[in-house]
Structures are given as structure tokens and as C-alpha cells.
């Protein structure tokens, strides 16, 4: 039999970072160009299987979705009382959408939550021009290995579009809560190899234990 | 009615914008500069009526249309007076005159584009084809006859070429005075002309008068001084302004009435009195625009196996085919046939066709399919027929019969005057366009940046919304929103309130600013505060008050698995609905909302708790929170 337990997860950033997007990508398995600006926040939940050795485990994620707009801040300790996880989004190419993730960081932490993981996501690697995208990248991946670091946060990137490092970052969620530790390196430096995001890679069951 | 057909150029696949949003296809930048020609009137200019998207970027326009036109009144040899020729001339100036306030550049003016309408009057057709097509630059052939385009136009090659910029209005005036000299001397002016040919022009006029012209008079003299004129390349309002034209200035043009070939059902069109009112029926009554033209032959369609490329490039580019013959544009005209729809309109009642506004007064039938849902209603000919005439005269009579509007429109509103009919409702008089006006809408402000994040994202399924001019518009009115409203701020959220009546108002920015002002005032009053917490916690507190007093079984489940309002309920009353349905939806569901009251929305809350009462009582908190999610669950 195995454990079930549920965690709540929920998801912050600036508007038009991505956040609905990553979420469609995970829960459906499709990018869509148009998704729709998020108002309050939207649910969705997905189940997550952890094999280790012998030991089975479920993890239910429940996520939230946030606005990005600021003038729905003022709701968003609603949404994210409790979560065990908040992943913090920001536009790789975009520098002002980093700057807003240190306000959702000092949000987070001053509001209690202590207990709530953080994990830092660049999203839309596609975009950037060593991915062959037409932008350029405005935030270096040292820097907010740094930052996190300090923070005890992880740090990922992804692209909704090319489903790069989506599986992997709700795994480690999953993972995170439910103590598991993961066989192979942890993966902020695996996501961080800067190579063309192979679609069939992602796809395939790696040989990493989950 | 007469429509033609035009393919606009595909994009590559797997091509993206700057911006990492793929490129809109060029099919619906069309249509979104199409519905200005929508609005443009005139006497001398056929009336364009609709575009329409068919596959492969193939587009449909809708124009009124006449049979005769001077290229078969030239070729028909018969002797025009020079007094006709001159009518002809001003006639066309001043159609010209009119597009060049609206900066449009006909560009394909020959005489088979001007069309002979009743008492002598003209009517140029497919003067928007070079506009629409912004142009030429979104299709692939080349826009405009070489016979009767001026040098500067065939120097500067077949497309729109980027660093000449677009032909200006002086294009048009050689070619007026082409077509003026080919009715003058009976000689196609230019019969093989090739692009290189360096041409000394005027000196070839000169060749050419004095042999054809010797019976013509002295009025001629005129007529060919005013032919030169035009070639000496003149604004079409200063040629207005030659005395030639000295006595034709003072006819006013006539607005002239529907002139359909062989039409005598002349009672339709009593009732009936735009065009835009005759094709809807047209297309209501399962008109369609492609088959139509299949059966014309003016489209060819071939198998898709013929069509295989030899080659596919990874970027989408096919090579190996046969340049398609289709791609080519035909300017031919396929007249819609009507016949049918008149028949069945003489058919309907009388009383239907001219209701009584102050008295009660539908048939038995019309009180049948009144009780149909909107869906079945909203294509019935017949009743649609009858409830366009109604609601056109209650409009021209609005304000005063205001109450009988909203009486009428508790049954249904025809989509046809949606827009017009929610203004009513929502009280909208005055001046809206000089409001408008004066309001700044270009000056750059904080709120920008999250409008022009928001637009790109909102109904974007929708051709009009999607479409460049559109995403124009969209950010002119909630930027006039944000500046005329200082107490109050952008909310996410306040575009896809803007949507509906930017798409039902799309030629009228002004009228669709004032209805939104005017929807925000009724049912959304300060819920677009700085701070609204305390606004919107009233009227959340407000929903579970009416649900626990009209469902406490479903108020006591919600409440022990902790499901509050608060969690669902924001993006329902903030964007009043507006956000969670497609515009469809929102348009039957406004029609009924807009009746009510401000209070109105709460109980369209509940009546979604309702519908779903039985899964919800017998859910846990994540599957309740999962049916109203508009994320996959």
C-alpha cells in the first residue's frame, strides 16, 4: 500500500511571467499560446509517484495559481497559507520580472510561513537566443544560484513551450516533501546545463530512480 | 450583393514575433482593417458589408455590387457625351476626395472598378484592397492594373516595397486620368506595357489627341485640359475645385436606396434598409460564401495529393510545386443570390414586417419560436427578420421608448443590434464621440505595461480581438478608461470586461468606451478601487448570506470542507463573468444581466452554485475547487 500524502503548492511571480503556463504544460501536457491572465487564483491538482528502492509514495500536489497583476497582492496570503511549497516564477528575460521575486521571498518569509520550501523558476528558456529563441537572456544563472543559495531555495529553468524541466521541478516538490532524497545529483545543476532542451530527453522515464 | 475572394500570404510555420507570441496570421490583421471599410459611406463608393475568414487564409469580402461598370460602357463603343465624361470624372474625384480623409488609396482604379449605378451616378468598388491588405504588403500578388498605374508606381515593382513606403493619393489621379482619356477616345491607353519601358508620357498624349478627338467639340478642350490635369498629378480636392466642374457642383449627391438587378420585391425592402441587415438574413438562411464561389469556379479547388511538395524545409518552407494559379488575385465579382431570402421574407406576415410599437401585436408563430432557446432563435429567418425591423424602429425611437426596449429585449435581443441595443439599455446618450475625444489616450503611464500584457491574452480566439487593430483599440479605450477615472485603477481583469463591447463596438471606440463606463457605474461600482478589499469582502460576505438563505444545506457543506466564496468567486463578479465564458456565452448572459439590476450578478452566482449543487454536496474541497478552476484538473 502506498503513502498518500497531499501537499499544497502554490505559485507566485510577476504578471506575465509564465506561472499558468507551467502549470497547464505539468497538468495537461500542452502549451497553449493564449493561456488567460489569471485573476485571483485558479486551482489544479496532480498526483505525483515516488518509487525508492522498495519505499512507494504518492504525493497529491494541490496548486494554486496566483495573479501576477499587483493589485491582487493584497489577497494572495489566502492562497498561499499553509503551502509546504511556493515556487517563485520569473521571465528569464526579463529583468524586472527577477526583481519582483525578492518581494514574494521577504512576503513569504515575514507572513510566517517558515515551514514553506522555496523554489526560484526562470521560465521560458525557449525565449532565450542560446536556445535559439529571439530574446536575451537579462538574468545569469550564477546570480540566482547565489541568491538562492542564501536562501536555501532551488533554483530551476524551464520553458513551457519545449517541456524542459517542468516534470522535473514538480518531482523535486514532490520529493522534497515527502523526504525523499534523490539518487543521482540534486538537479539545480543538472537544469542548469545550458544545451538545447531535447523534447524526447524530457519524455523518456530517465534512469533517475523516481 | 456580390462577393470576391482573396488568399492572403501564409506565414511560414514555426516562425514567432520578437516577442516569443506567434505571429498573427495575416488573414486577421485583414479583417481587423477590414471594418473600417465597414463604416465608410458614400454616394459614389460601393458600401463593403463583411469579410470573412474561410481556410487557408482565404478571405471573402462582401460588397455591394452593380452588373454594369465603364470598362464594358468603353468597350461598348457607344459615343459618351462630354458632359457624361465629366460627371464620370468629378463623380470619381469626389469618391476619391472622400477615401483620402480617411487616408485610403483606391491604387486598382480602372474602369472595371467603376461601376455604373442608377441616373448616370458611379460607384467605385474595391477601393479597400489596398488599405486592407496594408499595402500590399499581407498578400502575394501585386495590388493595381500596369495600364493604369502611373510611372512611379510600376518603377517601384509589383510589391509594397519598404523603402518607397505606400503610394500616396496622387496615384489614384493618374489613373482617373487614364480612364477619362480612354472614354474620350475610345483607346485602351496602354494596351502592352512593360515595366522597363522608360515612358515619356505626355508626349505620347499629345500623339494621340488631336487624331481621335476632331468631332468632340469645345467642351472637349476641356474635358483633355482636365485629362492633363489629372496627369499633371493634382490632390483629387484640388481637381474638385477645376471649373469644368463648375455646374455639376451644385447636384449634392444622392444617397441612393438598395438597387438590386431585377428586384421587384420592393416591400423587403421597405422594411429592410441597410444592406448589412439583407446579407445577415442571406447568411442566416445557410448562405454560404465558398460553396458559392466553388460553383462559380472562382475557386478551384484541386486534391491534395496534386499538391505534394518535393521538398520541406524544417522551417515550413515547401518547395517543388507548381506555382498555384489560385494564389493570383481575380477581381471578379460572384452576385449573391437573394432571390430565395426575398421569397421567404415576402412570405412572412405583414404585421411582422411593420410592427406596432405602442401596441402588443405578434403572431402566433412568432410567440412560438420566441420560447425557443436563443441558440435556435438566433438562426430562424424569419423571426430574425422580424425582431431586426422591431428593435431598428424602438432604436430610432430611443429614448423614448426605452421601456418597450427593455420589454422587447426580455424576450431576446437579435445579435445583429446587440450593440446597439445594450447602449440603449445601459442609457448611454449624449455626445459619446466628442467625450471621447477629448480625452488623452496616447500618453504613457504606469498602467501600460500590465494593459499591454493583458490585451495579447484576452479572448484571443476571437478574429476582431486578436487582430492588430484590435489589440489598437482595445489599449486606446482602457487607457481613456484609466485617465477618465481618477478615483479608480487597472484591474486584471478590466480587459475582458472591455472585450464585449469592443467587439460589438468595433467601429465606434467611443460608443464602446461609454457603455463600459456606463457598465462599471451600474454593477461594478468601486470594485476597481486602489483598495477594494473592502468592497469586494462586502459583496462576497453578501454571496454567502444568499446562499445560506437559499440553499443552507448546500451553505453548511461549503462551509465544513471550508469552500469559500473568496477561493472561486473573485473572477465571477470582478470581471462579471466576463472572464470565466466565452464570448458567446457572454453575450446571451449579459443580454439577460443588463435587465437586471446591480445586484444582478450575485444571483447569476447562484444560479451557477445550482447548476451544480448535486456534484458539489458530494465533493471534498479540491474536486469542489477543481469544477470552477479554469485550469485542466
Given at each position: 500500500m502506498d503513502e498518500v500524502h497531499t501537499t499544497k503548492v502554490v505559485l507566485l511571480g510577476r504578471t506575465g511571467s509564465g506561472k499558468t503556463s507551467l502549470?497547464?504544460?505539468?497538468?495537461?501536457?500542452?502549451?497553449?499560446?493564449?493561456?488567460?491572465?489569471?485573476?485571483?487564483?485558479?486551482?489544479?491538482?496532480?498526483?505525483?509517484?515516488?518509487?525508492?528502492?522498495?519505499?512507494?509514495?504518492?504525493?497529491?500536489?494541490?496548486?494554486?495559481?496566483?495573479?501576477?497583476?499587483?493589485?491582487?497582492?493584497?489577497?494572495?496570503?489566502?492562497?498561499?497559507?499553509?503551502?509546504?511549497?511556493?515556487?517563485?516564477?520569473?521571465?528569464?528575460?526579463?529583468?524586472?520580472?527577477?526583481?519582483?521575486?525578492?518581494?514574494?521571498?521577504?512576503?513569504?518569509?515575514e507572513k510566517v510561513e517558515q515551514n514553506c520550501k522555496l523554489y526560484i523558476c526562470g521560465t521560458k528558456t525557449d525565449l532565450l537566443a542560446e536556445y535559439g529563441g529571439p530574446l536575451k537572456r537579462a538574468v545569469g544563472p550564477t546570480e540566482v544560484m547565489a541568491y538562492a543559495k542564501k536562501l536555501n531555495a532551488k533554483f530551476v529553468e524551464t520553458s513551457s513551450k519545449s517541456n524542459y524541466g517542468i516534470d522535473d521541478l514538480f518531482k523535486l516538490v514532490a520529493a522534497d516533501f515527502a523526504g525523499f532524497t534523490l539518487c543521482e545529483a540534486p538537479p539545480i545543476e543538472d537544469s542548469l546545463r545550458l544545451q538545447e532542451p531535447n523534447q524526447t530527453d524530457v519524455n523518456e522515464k530517465s534512469s533517475c530512480c523516481f | 450583393l456580390g462577393v470576391s475572394t482573396f488568399l492572403a500570404a501564409p506565414l511560414p510555420a514555426n516562425k514567432y514575433g520578437i516577442n516569443g507570441l506567434p505571429l498573427t496570421p495575416n488573414s486577421i490583421k485583414i479583417l481587423g482593417r477590414f471594418q473600417l471599410l465597414k463604416s465608410i459611406s458614400h454616394p459614389y463608393l460601393c458600401q463593403y458589408i463583411d469579410l470573412v475568414r474561410g481556410k487557408h487564409e482565404r478571405l471573402f469580402v462582401v460588397c455591394e455590387y452593380n452588373k454594369i461598370n465603364l470598362q464594358d460602357c468603353i468597350r461598348s463603343g457607344r459615343q459618351l457625351s462630354a458632359t457624361t465624361i465629366a460627371q464620370v470624372g468629378y463623380q470619381i474625384l469626389q469618391a476619391l476626395a472622400f477615401l483620402n480623409t480617411y487616408e485610403i488609396v483606391h491604387r486598382s482604379l480602372t474602369p472595371f472598378n467603376v461601376s455604373l449605378a442608377s441616373e448616370g451616378n458611379i460607384k467605385l468598388s474595391h477601393f479597400g484592397l489596398y488599405y486592407v491588405t496594408h499595402f500590399g504588403s499581407l498578400t502575394t500578388f501585386?495590388?493595381?492594373?500596369?495600364?493604369?498605374?502611373?510611372?512611379?508606381?510600376?518603377?517601384?515593382?509589383?510589391?509594397?516595397?519598404?523603402?518607397?513606403?505606400?503610394?500616396?493619393?496622387?496615384?489614384?489621379?493618374?489613373?482617373?486620368?487614364?480612364?477619362?482619356?480612354?472614354?474620350?477616345?475610345?483607346?485602351?491607353?496602354?494596351?502592352?506595357?512593360?515595366?522597363?519601358?522608360?515612358?515619356?508620357?505626355l508626349s505620347k498624349l499629345y500623339s494621340l489627341i488631336?487624331?481621335?478627338?476632331?468631332?468632340?467639340?469645345?467642351?472637349?478642350?476641356?474635358?483633355?485640359?482636365?485629362?492633363?490635369?489629372?496627369?499633371?498629378?493634382?490632390?483629387?480636392?484640388q481637381l474638385l475645385d477645376d471649373e469644368l466642374f463648375e455646374e455639376l457642383r451644385i447636384k449634392q449627391p444622392v444617397r441612393s436606396e438598395i438597387l438590386l438587378e431585377d428586384c421587384y420585391f420592393t416591400l423587403v425592402f421597405t422594411c429592410l434598409k441597410l444592406f448589412e441587415e439583407v446579407y445577415y438574413i442571406?447568411?442566416?438562411?445557410?448562405?454560404?460564401?465558398?460553396?458559392?464561389?466553388?460553383?462559380?469556379?472562382?475557386?478551384?479547388?484541386?486534391?491534395?495529393?496534386?499538391?505534394?511538395?518535393?521538398?520541406?524545409?524544417n522551417d515550413g518552407y515547401a518547395f517543388g510545386q507548381p506555382k498555384d494559379r489560385l494564389n493570383l488575385h481575380d477581381n471578379s465579382v460572384q452576385i449573391l443570390p437573394l432571390e430565395k431570402v426575398l421569397e421567404k421574407i415576402e412570405s412572412i406576415n405583414g404585421i411582422e414586417l411593420y410592427p406596432l410599437i405602442e401596441y402588443s401585436h405578434s403572431t402566433e408563430e412568432t410567440k412560438e419560436t420566441a420560447k425557443l432557446p436563443p441558440i435556435i432563435k438566433e438562426r430562424d429567418v424569419c423571426y430574425q427578420t422580424h425582431r431586426i425591423i422591431l428593435f431598428q424602429r424602438l432604436l430610432e425611437g430611443y429614448p423614448h421608448t426605452l421601456k418597450t426596449l427593455f420589454s422587447e429585449a426580455a424576450t431576446d435581443i437579435p445579435p445583429l443590434l446587440r450593440g446597439k441595443v445594450w447602449s440603449a439599455l445601459l442609457g448611454i446618450r449624449g455626445n459619446v464621440q466628442e467625450i471621447y475625444d477629448l480625452i488623452d489616450k496616447e500618453t504613457p503611464n504606469s498602467t501600460d505595461r500590465q494593459i499591454e500584457v493583458d490585451i495579447p491574452r484576452c479572448h484571443q480566439y476571437d478574429g476582431l480581438l486578436s487582430s492588430p487593430t484590435g489589440h489598437i483599440k482595445f489599449k486606446r479605450i482602457l487607457k481613456a478608461w484609466v485617465v477618465s477615472h481618477t478615483d479608480l485603477v487597472y484591474w486584471q481583469g478590466l480587459d475582458s470586461l472591455c472585450a464585449p463591447f469592443?467587439?460589438?463596438?468595433?467601429?465606434?471606440?467611443?460608443?464602446?468606451?461609454?457603455s463600459l463606463c456606463a457598465f462599471i457605474s451600474k454593477y461594478l461600482h468601486n470594485f476597481f478601487l486602489k483598495d477594494n478589499s473592502h468592497v469586494i469582502k462586502e459583496y462576497l460576505a453578501v454571496f454567502s448570506q444568499m446562499i445560506a438563505y437559499h440553499d443552507p444545506e448546500l451553505m453548511d457543506h461549503l462551509d465544513n470542507i471550508s469552500f469559500i466564496p473568496d477561493l472561486f468567486a473573485i473572477p465571477w463578479f470582478l470581471t462579471v463573468y466576463t472572464h470565466v465564458f466565452p464570448l458567446l456565452k457572454i453575450f446571451h448572459l449579459w443580454d439577460a444581466l443588463l435587465l437586471g439590476n446591480s445586484s444582478f450578478p450575485l444571483f447569476i452566482g447562484l444560479g451557477l452554485l445550482f447548476q451544480l449543487r448535486s456534484e458539489l454536496l458530494s465533493s471534498g474541497f479540491n474536486e469542489c475547487i477543481l469544477l470552477f478552476s479554469d485550469l485542466p484538473g
Open positions: 502549470i497547464v504544460r505539468y497538468i495537461s501536457s500542452v502549451f497553449s499560446e493564449n493561456v488567460k491572465p489569471t485573476i485571483g487564483a485558479a486551482f489544479s491538482k496532480k498526483t505525483v509517484q515516488l518509487i525508492h528502492g522498495e519505499e512507494r509514495k504518492q504525493v497529491v500536489l494541490a496548486i494554486w495559481d496566483t495573479a501576477g497583476d499587483e493589485r491582487y497582492e493584497s489577497m494572495a496570503p489566502l492562497y498561499y497559507r499553509n503551502s509546504s511549497a511556493a515556487i517563485i516564477c520569473f521571465d528569464l528575460a526579463d529583468r524586472q520580472s527577477y526583481n519582483k521575486v525578492d518581494f514574494w521571498v521577504k512576503e513569504l518569509v | 501585386p495590388i493595381g492594373y500596369p495600364p493604369y498605374l502611373p510611372p512611379e508606381a510600376i518603377v517601384a515593382g509589383p510589391n509594397y516595397a519598404a523603402e518607397l513606403g505606400p503610394s500616396g493619393f496622387k496615384v489614384d489621379v493618374w489613373s482617373v486620368g487614364i480612364i477619362l482619356l480612354e472614354m474620350v477616345i475610345f483607346v485602351k491607353v496602354f494596351c502592352h506595357v512593360k515595366y522597363t519601358i522608360t515612358f515619356s508620357v488631336p487624331k481621335s478627338n476632331i468631332k468632340l467639340g469645345i467642351i472637349c478642350t476641356n474635358l483633355i485640359f482636365l485629362c492633363k490635369l489629372c496627369l499633371s498629378r493634382l490632390l483629387p480636392k442571406w447568411s442566416l438562411a445557410a448562405g454560404d460564401l465558398e460553396s458559392l464561389l466553388k460553383k462559380s469556379k472562382l475557386i478551384k479547388s484541386e486534391p491534395p495529393i496534386c499538391s505534394m511538395p518535393n521538398l520541406t524545409t469592443l467587439h460589438l463596438h468595433f467601429n465606434n471606440e467611443a460608443l464602446a468606451f461609454a
